[in-house]
């Protein structure tokens, strides 16, 4: 299969509604990382998601809507769920909700669970994706599973070119980081995984998959990734923050809104360096870090 990168155009989104509508996945940006968005009433569209990535079968997919009304169409929005969506989307938010049972959703998308992660994109390529398409889109990250999340075009097709048909290229993501999951299924908020907006809940261990990113090893860069490392070993491209330099550095001034969007970018440059191993200068565990953190901690987790 040939993958086109093409730009952020009128032509290039109907040109993605047309792949998608026959069943093909597209990759898209949205404001967190480039995601893999395929029709999620359509089962075989949304498989070749799992065969492009080479995904577990077991890790569901996060929906993307319009908007809330959409939302609802698909799940059960509890006061809380009803709360928080009208605080943060659009925006990086997915909320874990039951799943309706006239959703139309294929069950592929949610691995077999009785809930649903939705979220509202505040990208405006996604969201003129689904405006033309009409439909709710399943999109993961677009990169092959376990690997790093992709930030850009480039990083994208380095991945899984040959695999899809259609790259839309609207430059870099803003964030850089996925979306912060809450589940409202339960009649209390639980944190299944933090991210750029911070919501009091309960954060919950992954004794069970219910969302994306919950696998222990996951964002995994190729080589062995060592943290909180104040100087690196020889053979080590050292990814540096604040006081501690490096070959590149999440954020020489220590601005963890800067690491966060900087952080993807810096692992894939890691990965390609000439170094054998990666190490990564020491990130405070409190707003931002927290999320940092996690995918540093699932990356440095080998399988």
């Known amino acids: 299969m040939q993958t086109r990168v093409l730009p952020f155009t009128d032509d290039t989104i109907a040109e993605a509604a047309r792949l998608i509508l026959a069943g093909e996945p597209v990759a898209i940006a949205t404001e967190t990382v480039y995601g893999l968005a395929a029709d999620a009433t359509n089962a075989q569209g949304v498989a070749r998601i799992y065969e492009a990535k080479g995904r577990p079968g077991f890790n569901p997919l996060i929906v993307h809507v319009p908007g809330l009304a959409a939302a609802m169409r698909i799940g059960e929005f509890n006061e809380d769920a009803h709360r928080l969506a009208e605080e943060h989307w659009p925006g990086p938010l997915t909320l874990v909700v039951p799943l309706r049972p006239d959703s139309g959703i294929a069950s592929i998308v949610t691995a077999g669970l009785s809930t649903i992660g939705l979220r509202v994109p505040a990208h405006p390529a996604m969201q003129a994706l689904l405006r033309a398409v009409a439909r709710p889109l399943a999109a993961p990250s677009a990169n092959a599973s376990g690997s790093i999340s992709p930030t850009r075009a480039e990083h994208v097709a380095r991945s899984l070119n040959g695999r899809i048909p259609l790259i839309v ?72 923050f604040g006081d501690v330099r490096g070959e590149a550095s999440l954020s020489s001034s220590g601005d963890l809104v ?12 890691a990965d390609e360096s000439i170094k054998m191993r990666i190490a990564v200068a020491p990130v405070p565990e409190e707003g931002l870090g927290v999320a940092i953190n996690d995918r540093l901690r699932r990356a440095a987790t080998r399988p």
């Open 169 to 240: 290229d609207a430059g870099p993501t803003e964030r850089g980081l996925e979306s912060t999951i809450v589940a409202a299924t339960d009649g209390s908020l639980r944190l299944l995984r933090p991210g750029p907006i911070e919501v009091a809940a309960k954060a919950v261990s992954a004794e069970r998959i219910e969302a994306p990113g919950q696998l222990a090893s996951h964002y995994a860069p190729a080589k062995p990734l060592r943290l909180n490392v104040a100087q690196a070993d020889p053979d080590e491209f050292l990814i540096g």
């Open 258 to 269: 800067e690491a966060a969007a900087r952080l993807f970018d810096l692992l894939h440059q």
